[in-house]
């Protein structure tokens, strides 16, 4: 488990199985992220953001992002001084980005061109 801001891929078939009720007949996760205690799936479907909340975390808020809806997105790459990176995503209707951070431990590039694959694609 990712302790005090580390971030790290998972697994996509650990990811399938594991959020298994969550996806569509056939559908299938791309890639997986690890934020602490949330994660995000790319699924060739949809991004799908598990948040974890609360204490405990048994209390868990599930986002699903249909690719069609996102209008832009943003990378900001961690500095010097600033170790985390940033990803923004813009949805329509809605004014506020989603932000999630990352750090040293995901490269953002790589969260960036599947993004774009899905996106784009």
């Given amino acids: 488990m990712a302790l005090f801001g580390n971030a ?6 650990a990811a399938q199985q594991d959020y298994a009720r969550l996806l569509g007949q056939g559908e ?3 890639a997986a992220y ?3 205690r949330d994660t995000m799936l790319f ?8 948040d974890k909340q609360g204490i405990t975390g048994k209390k868990v808020e ?3 992002v249909p690719y069609r809806s996102i209008t832009h997105f943003s990378v ?5 001084f600033d170790l985390d990176a940033e ?3 813009w949805l329509s209707g809605s004014a506020t980005p989603i932000e999630k951070t990352f750090t040293k431990g995901v490269d953002i590039y790589e969260v960036q061109a599947i993004l774009t694959q899905f996106v784009s694609g």
């Avoid at 699924?43 to 598990?50: A, H, K, P």
């Avoid at 900001?76 to 010097?80: H, I, P, S, V, Y």
């Fill in 34 to 36: 690890l934020l602490i």
């Fill in 76 to 80: 900001e790459t961690a500095g010097t």
């Fill in 8 to 13: 790290h891929t998972v697994d996509p078939v």
């Fill in 28 to 30: 299938r996760v791309h």
């Fill in 62 to 64: 599930y986002h699903s």
């Fill in 87 to 89: 990803l923004k995503i």
């Fill in 43 to 50: 699924t060739d479907r949809r991004l799908i953001m598990v």
